[in-house]
Nanobody, 127 residues
């Protein structure tokens, strides 16, 4: 199984980007997908997660109001819409898939709960 992240690029502060993550196998099943980001010298941090069935989704508190996560079940993709971008949002963004079966979406915040990872897409926000 491969996860392919795309949509990164260079954007000015205040702009928007939409990241997408596509799974290579349509029959691949998992319980949730998440987005993480990482800057040099720092640990990978949780951004957002969404369950594959139902509507539960969760954005980390510091990004609520600017970032949203959504999925397209028919296309086996999950997207991260990022608005009002700031220079501190600059990072490599990774999508990941989890087979963990948590009842609450906010339980999907730990890296160790994700078994499959995309290659990362770089987002650069200029000031």
């Amino acid at each position: 199984v491969q996860l392919q992240a795309s949509g990164g690029g260079l954007v000015q502060a205040g702009g928007s980007l939409r990241l997408s993550c596509a799974a290579s196998e349509s029959t691949f099943t998992y319980n949730a997908m998440g987005w993480f980001r990482q800057t040099p010298g720092k640990e990978r941090e949780f951004v957002a997660a969404i369950k594959w069935r139902g509507s539960p989704r969760y954005i980390t508190d510091s990004l609520k109001g600017r970032f949203t996560i959504s999925r397209d079940s028919a296309k086996n993709t999950v997207s991260l819409q990022m608005n009002s971008l700031k220079p501190e949002d600059t990072a490599v963004y990774y999508c990941a898939a989890s087979n963990r079966d948590y009842s609450a979406i906010y339980d999907y915040v730990n890296i160790r709960d994700y078994s499959y990872w995309g290659q990362g897409t770089l987002v650069t926000v200029s000031s």
